[in-house]
């Protein structure tokens, strides 16, 4: 498998006390007008307060789109969807209950704003995470929720073990020179990956089996509540299970999420997708 070639993410600038954030806005008001060709012009907004805004930002732009980068709650209601970016997962949750950003989106997301959440983006979009990270008090991580479903995080190893892959990838369309039934050339880094799904959720893509880590005493991180372990370390638990293909793509009504980072590739028909999704052409 070859090595992955990407740029690197840009941490974002975090605004400081004098910089304090405006009253929340939990509206999804995003001004949509009417290009000459007749359809509908958008309005992305990327959560900017930490993780690859820049390259989600150039993707959406190469697409005709208008990107902005979020970072106060009033942000929010010039927006027609989102993109929750690859990142820190655990720095996003701190960062944006910090910023005020963190009830507004729950409301949001429940009242049905569009989101694409890209490898920590889809931890912050999950309603479980199997393998919190705690805080020094030991309280649990939290997330904005809206996808009825389990991640576990790192779930795919750590830094020196991201890799890329083809994916077959269900709902994506032809865009620029790619059919929509092309392969995605997916890149993985510390991703996560998706245990369990609700019934609403739909399966996009999956990491078939024999390109999964196993997930024995030379696979994964361990759970000390069931014993298992899932990929990337040393369990410890004496027990070799047979590798599965992992849930790494799913989509829920107005929500989409990967554990890969197609703006880090070139690959633009995810994005093109989330487009579609907010104009309620897919």
């Known amino acids: 498998m070859s090595s992955p070639s990407f740029s690197a993410p840009l941490p974002m600038s975090v605004p400081g006390s004098d910089d304090a954030p405006s009253p929340p806005v939990p509206s999804a008001a995003g001004t ?5 060709n007749g359809r509908r012009d958008i309005v992305v907004g990327v959560l900017a ?3 690859d805004v820049r390259e989600h930002i150039a993707t959406i732009e190469s697409l005709g789109g208008r990107a902005i980068a979020v970072r106060r709650p009033s942000e929010l ?17 701190k960062l944006s209950r910090t910023l005020g950003l963190a009830d507004p989106l729950r409301d949001l997301i429940a009242g049905g704003l569009p989101v694409y959440g890209s490898c920590a983006g889809m931890i912050m979009l999950s309603d479980v995470v ?3 990270s705690t805080d020094r008090s030991g309280n649990p991580q939290q997330t904005f929720g809206g996808l009825d479903m389990v991640v576990r995080r790192n779930a795919f190893g750590r830094q020196r073990e991201s ?3 083809d994916l077959d990838f269900a709902g ?9 039934d092309d392969p995605v050339r997916a890149v993985f880094i510390r991703a996560p990956w998706v245990e369990k799904v609700g019934e609403g959720v739909e399966v996009l893509a999956q990491v078939p089996a024999a390109e999964t880590p196993r997930a024995g005493p030379s696979g994964g991180a361990s759970d000390s509540a069931s014993g298992a372990s899932y990929g990337g ?5 004496g027990i070799d299970l047979d590798s599965v293909a992992r849930i790494v793509a799913v989509r829920s009504g107005n929500l989409l999420a990967t554990s890969f980072h197609p703006e880090v590739t070139g690959e633009r028909r995810v994005h093109e997708l989330f ?8």
Not at 173 to 179: H, K, M
Not at 275 to 282: H, L, P, Q, S, T
């Open 163 to 165: 890799f890329e892959t």
């Open 77 to 93: 209601s010039a927006v027609d969807g989102l993109i929750i970016p690859g990142g820190e997962s655990t720095t996003m949750d």
């Open 172 to 180: 994506l369309a032809t865009t620029g020179g790619a059919a929509g």
């Open 130 to 132: 199997a393998d919190p």
């Open 49 to 51: 307060v930490q993780g």
């Open 275 to 282: 487009i579609r999704m907010i104009r309620g052409e897919a």
């Open 32 to 36: 949509i007008g009417t290009t000459a």
């Open 233 to 237: 370390g040393t369990s410890g638990t």
